[in-house]
Antibody, heavy 120, light 108 residues
Framework: EVQVVESGGGLVQPGGSLRLSCAAS????????MSWVRQVPGNGPEWVSS????????YHADSVQGRFTISRDNSKNTLSLQMNSLRVEDTALYFC?????????????WGQGTLVTVSS | EIVLTQSPGTLSLSPGERATLSCRAS???????LAWYQQKPGQAPRLLIY???SRATGIPDRFSGSGSGTDFTLTISRLEPEDFAVYYC?????????FGQGTKVEIK
């Protein structure tokens, strides 16, 4: 059974940093692109970042470019999102999602999310 | 950036009726890389359709996707009680990948 489980969310002050992790199981991790998507309650989803199966290609939304970095460790079946210079508007539920193939970026399976709150 | 506009914002229908949801892109979606998701309160979105018309694993055949270029449609042939939810389209053909604002299908 495919599973992706996010962790690392919490309360952080503006300007601070946080690292999210996603533990994957039930599939050949290195064969699939992975993504982070966030959602403010009551709003639609917003794509944040994606990475190819091998990790050689990464993509970031303009709103997080230069502040967030997506990475993966295929030996540990783990996806990460390093978030620096956090802003109040980064507050959201962050989902990890498995793609449809190594470079296929639709969001096939989603985790339940981890909540990030940026507030002083 | 490709902007996706979904219509209508809300669709009020009865169980057993047909639902037709539209997603229009501001420019052509590369390779018809368009997906549809269903989201219920308190849950993560669930993939229904990818590549404009391919059903995801385990999705009932009352859900179908069609369209190409800039105009896409999700059709639910006969609404079941569990289908009342919010539906989003997403394009993954050109970075940044983008979502539509959603269509809520509610019970009339």
């Amino acid at each position: 059974e495919v599973q992706v489980v996010e962790s690392g969310g919490g309360l952080v002050q503006p300007g601070g940093s946080l690292r999210l992790s996603c533990a994957a199981s039930g599939f050949t991790f290195s064969s699939y692109a992975m993504s982070w998507v966030r959602q403010v309650p009551g709003n639609g989803p917003e794509w944040v970042s994606s990475i190819s199966g091998s990790g050689d290609s990464t993509y970031h939304a303009d709103s997080v470019q230069g502040r967030f970095t997506i990475s993966r460790d295929n030996s540990k079946n783990t996806l990460s999102l390093q978030m620096n210079s956090l802003r109040v508007e980064d507050t959201a539920l962050y989902f990890c999602a498995k793609g449809g193939g190594s470079r296929n970026y639709y969001l096939h399976y989603w985790g339940q999310g981890t909540l990030v709150t940026v507030s002083s | 950036e490709i902007v996706l506009t979904q219509s209508p914002g809300t669709l009020s229908l009865s169980p057993g009726e047909r639902a037709t949801l539209s997603c229009r892109a501001s420019q052509s979606v590369s390779n018809n890389y368009l997906a549809w998701y269903q989201q219920k309160p308190g849950q993560a979105p669930r993939l229904l359709i990818y590549g404009a018309s391919s059903r995801a694993t385990g999705i009932p055949d009352r859900f179908s996707g069609s369209g190409s270029g800039t105009d896409f449609t999700l059709t639910i042939s006969r609404l079941e009680p569990e289908d009342f939810a919010v539906y989003y389209c997403q394009q993954f053909g050109s970075s940044p990948w983008t979502f539509g604002q959603g269509t809520k299908v509610e019970i009339k």
